[in-house]
């Protein structure tokens, strides 16, 4: 499987894979859907909407700062899942592309025999969001 990580504005102006392949979409609760070209080798395309935030102790968050939760994990694993025959590649993408969009190719490279390492060096994994992955895919995969 491979895994490729990108920002908003490359995916709306469109990017070329090669392969059959499907794309999560991550966004800012307060930016419009990104508009997505869709290819006949896009074979599904998972909206979600989250900030860029991690919480940290001590500190609240201001209210309207919405964090990934659980179920968008468990969301984004379930969609890759229904997927992952028919596909070689995934699409990771989140408005800059180098914080949400690779801690979810990191996770999902590391549950799927691929290299998070280039995933590792290119980006600041959303460390956060990156534990929720881990967590979606271990629960999910203990309860098989």
């Known amino acids: 499987m491979d895994f490729y990580v990108y920002d908003r504005k490359s995916m709306e102006r469109g990017v070329i894979i090669r392969s059959?392949?499907?794309?999560?979409?991550?966004?800012?609760p307060d930016k419009p859907v990104v508009s997505l070209p869709r290819p006949p080798s896009n074979h599904g395309v998972l909206q979600l909407a989250f900030h860029d935030a991690e919480p940290a102790q001590g500190f609240?968050?201001?209210s309207d700062i919405r964090l990934m939760q659980p179920a968008d994990a468990e969301k984004i694993w379930a969609f890759v899942q229904q997927h992952r025959d028919e596909v070689s590649a995934i699409v990771?993408?989140?408005?800059q592309g180098m914080s949400r969009s690779p801690a979810v190719a990191i996770a999902?490279?590391?549950?799927?025999?691929?290299?998070?390492d280039a995933l590792l060096a290119e980006s600041q994994p959303n460390q956060y969001v990156l534990r929720l992955m881990r967590e979606a895919i271990k629960q999910t995969n203990s309860e098989e």
């Open 108 to 116: 999902l490279a590391e549950a799927l025999d691929g290299d998070p």
């Open 20 to 28: 059959a392949y499907i794309v999560v979409s991550i966004r800012d």
């Open 92 to 95: 990771c993408h989140c408005e």
């Open 60 to 62: 609240e968050l201001p």
